[in-house]
């Protein structure tokens, strides 16, 4: 179990993105944010090129991302 309490939204960050894809789908499933006093989900921590990362990892590197 994660605990994110006393923790800042800039420690969390570093935290979130310094985990590989597969600890980033267990912390994700296990962490409920609305337990603490954050308005977020997991992947908005992420960088831009973590994100990118995440989800081609998460759609087996079949994901197409547009920006239209």
């Avoid at 912390?27 to 989900?41: N, P, S």
Wanted: net charge negative; hydrophobic share 35%.
């Amino acid at each position: 179990m994660y605990d994110l309490t006393g923790k800042t939204i800039l420690e969390i960050k570093e935290y979130v993105n310094s985990l590989s894809n597969e600890e980033l789908d267990k912390f994700i499933d296990e962490v409920d944010f609305a337990d603490y006093d954050f308005d977020l989900e997991a992947l908005d921590l992420l960088t831009s090129s973590r994100l990118y990362d995440y989800i081609q990892y998460s759609h087996n590197g079949e994901a197409t991302i547009s920006f239209d």
